[in-house]
């Protein structure tokens, strides 16, 4: 049940330009969506998050677009950094689990930039 | 930063043991999660925990799961009866109730390996 996909599995990027990273998502009921990084033997640390009422949220070199008639969302890393190298993971939840916030992940992008 | 620390990082034990897995969340946060990565997969929704009880549990989470908060600082994980499936990165997850959009903060995980 895959309700959330990120097709690709990697993504190489030059430092200093822009990585692009998407995700699709089923679930019709989802209405909050967030964007993890992931370390090597580390837990998912938290970067972006956007709520469906906003098509754009941005934070920094980050920045997070929704199409909700595509059921589709993207994160824009620019300029990318070396440090940005590591598994990006997008999640959703439903505003209908307030608090319970089960959240369903993606298989993961690898992203790798390039010196 | 305030951080979720799990202990311990690794445990190894045989099928049909039991084992305890620890978690101290933010300090101030009030909703409590497990999530559970195998090897290669999703990261899963296992369970959800606030106000000392389940708000809402996965079909992963059988009898052979429970889950604790013993005392004012620790959440803990306890596997009954442990099944070579169940080997698997065990993540800990707290948030804060400020408000609805507000995202989970994950510990570093343990990595269970059942032999």
């Known amino acids: 049940d895959q309700q959330v996909k990120q097709n690709s599995p990697s993504l190489s990027v030059q430092e200093g330009r822009i990585s692009i990273l998407n995700c699709d998502y089923t679930n019709s009921m989802f209405d909050y969506f967030l964007w993890y990084k992931k370390y090597p033997a580390e837990g998912p640390t938290f970067l972006i998050s956007i709520s469906s009422i906003k098509d754009k949220n941005e934070d920094g070199r980050f920045t997070v677009f929704l199409n909700k008639s595509a059921k589709h969302l993207s994160l824009h890393i620019v300029p990318s950094q070396p440090g940005d190298s590591a598994v990006y993971f997008c999640a959703a939840s439903s505003g209908s689990n307030f608090g319970n916030e089960k959240l369903t992940f993606g298989t993961g992008t690898r992203l790798t930039i390039i010196p | 930063e305030p951080e979720v620390t799990q202990t311990p990082s690794h445990q190894v034990t045989q099928m049909g043991q039991e084992v305890i897995l620890r978690c101290v969340p933010i300090?101030?946060?009030?909703?409590f999660y497990w999530y559970r990565q195998i090897l290669g997969q999703k990261v899963e929704f296992l369970v959800s925990f606030y106000n000392n009880e389940i708000s809402e549990k996965s079909e992963i989470f059988d009898d052979q799961f429970s889950v604790e908060r013993p005392d004012g600082s620790n959440f803990t994980l306890k596997i009954r009866s442990t099944k070579l499936e169940d080997s698997a990165m065990y993540f800990c997850a707290s948030k804060t109730a400020s408000s609805y959009n507000s995202p989970l903060h994950f510990g570093n995980g343990t990595r269970l390996t059942v032999t």
């Open positions: 300090s101030n946060h009030l909703y």
